[in-house]
């Protein structure tokens, strides 16, 4: 999938844990690993202000466009 | 009480009806073929036009007729089978599972079929039941009542109700993977 998701780099940059972004946000951990991995077919609006609100963050510092490069590279 | 809660607990009891309905269902098929008048207050409409089951009809014909009822009988009791495992899923919250989706493609499937091999089944049937009378008297009856067209309708309905829940299961499956 062209869009990547940067949630990773986030978390490590407000040191956060995924265990307590999930538990912050509502979701499992096991689906905020597969919005980690861009293994999921989309993201609702809701889930996204919460991750923003969360790590005080722009969605465009989550999710970055890139025509030529799979999710796989971006790990 | 919340929505997957009550349907958890209606399909456990329906799961629960179909399974003694699968059981029940060829004990009483075989006691109104074994003791026809003992049994006629049940009720379950196996007097063919013409060809009436009752004690006067000699065994071992009353024995063939039921060899004969015993097919659509038994695609009956394969529709009730797969009824009990549909229920059964629904009961453990797996409502748009593969497997659930196949339970009710045989239950549909089960009411098409039940209603030809009944409808093929009636003219056998007939004769074997009126097969000890006299010359001139034996009769092949067949025919496609009210009730019949009904459950064929039915039949045609939960096949589309079939595909749409199917549609629902890939929409359900796609929801999923939003987060």
Redesign the interface.
Known sequence: MAIIVNLDVMLAKRKMRSKDLAEAIGITEANLSLLKSGKVKGVRFETLEKICAALACQPGDLLEYRPDAPQDAAE | MSAPYRIAGISRAMSWLAIAGAVVLPILIVATFIYPDQTRFLNLGLNHLGAPLADHVPLQWRLVALLIEAIPIGIAIWGLLALHRLFRLFADGKIFSPAALTAFKTVTASVFWYVLAAFLSEAPLSLALTAANPPGQHVISFGLGLGDVAVLFLGGATLVIGRVMAEAARLAE?NE???
């Open positions: 796609e993977s939003i987060v």
